[in-house]
């Protein structure tokens, strides 16, 4: 299959941009119906677009009739209770999937690094059309949590770990780098995650907002990390052992 992708993240398959300066109303979070759909930890899923605007989070290619990761239909409920935050995605100006506010409680790094896993983002993507990328806009003020990614998940030294302050705005080729959400603290975390079509419209949005695809990454202790490695990789062998396979090798339909 060919998609047609952006260089701008062939190179680190991710890009920061500047934060989305507006504040939003917490209301536009906190006040939508939420569904159990479990992703990278203890997670609950607020849908603004679905496959057929229902307040429902499956791929999708599982509904009938099926379809690409594009193409989203508004969920009534849900978007009308968070206008400022559609307004921000329908400034994009690319094609949309998926879009839903997640809630994540708090974890560990090593929970993180358990979790880690790819999406699913392109199956029936057709040959020709636009890889779909995945735009994270971060909405509680999150100063001690991090987007860890990885290209190579048995690797660290491939890690980068990008701050997540309220109003990060991160788009990650999200099938090819590995990833997930540290999340330290008390209050659970709330971001709204849109699925988009890689094309000339999403390039000139990204263009717009000063894009970086070489961050050095939030630091973090040695010792800690590697206590850390040690313990998820541990956890994930023991997972792979039980399965007979390692379910993190299967892209996430989350
Ligand atoms: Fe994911």
């Known amino acids: 299959m060919s998609h047609s992708r952006m260089s701008i993240l062939e190179e680190t398959g ?14 536009e979070w906190r006040d939508l119906t939420y569904v159990d759909w479990k992703s990278s930890g203890d997670t609950r899923f607020a849908p603004l677009k679905s496959a057929y605007g229902d307040i429902e989070c499956n791929g999708f290619w599982h509904h009938n009739p099926p379809k690409a990761d594009k193409d989203g239909v508004d969920v009534p409920h849900n978007v009308s209770r968070a206008p400022s935050l559609m307004k921000r995605v329908a400034e994009v100006g690319a094609r949309v999937g998926r879009c839903r506010i997640i809630e994540l409680q708090p974890n560990t790094y090593g929970d993180a690094l358990y979790n880690s896993h790819l999406d699913d983002n392109n199956r029936l993507n057709p040959d020709g059309e636009g890889w779909v990328v995945r735009c994270f806009m971060q909405l509680t003020d ?3 949590s991090v987007m860890v990614l990885r290209y190579d998940i048995n690797d660290p030294s491939t890690e980068t770990r990008l701050a997540l302050p309220a109003g990060a705005q991160l788009v990650v080729d999200s099938e090819r780098m590995w990833h997930s959400v540290w999340h330290p603290g008390s209050d659970p975390r709330y971001c709204l995650i849109t699925s988009f ?5 999403l390039e000139d949005w990204i263009n717009r907002n000063n894009p970086r695809t070489k961050i050095d990454g939030v630091p973090i202790d040695a010792e800690y990390a590697a206590t850390m490695e040690a313990s998820a990789q ?8 039980y399965y007979g396979y390692d379910p993190s090798a299967v892209y996430s339909e989350a």
């Open 14 to 27: 991710y890009v920061v941009l500047d934060s989305w300066g507006d504040p939003v109303d917490p209301s």
């Open 142 to 144: 999150d100063r001690d």
């Open 197 to 201: 079509e890689s094309g000339p419209e």
């Open 234 to 241: 541990a956890r994930r062998s023991a997972r792979t052992d």
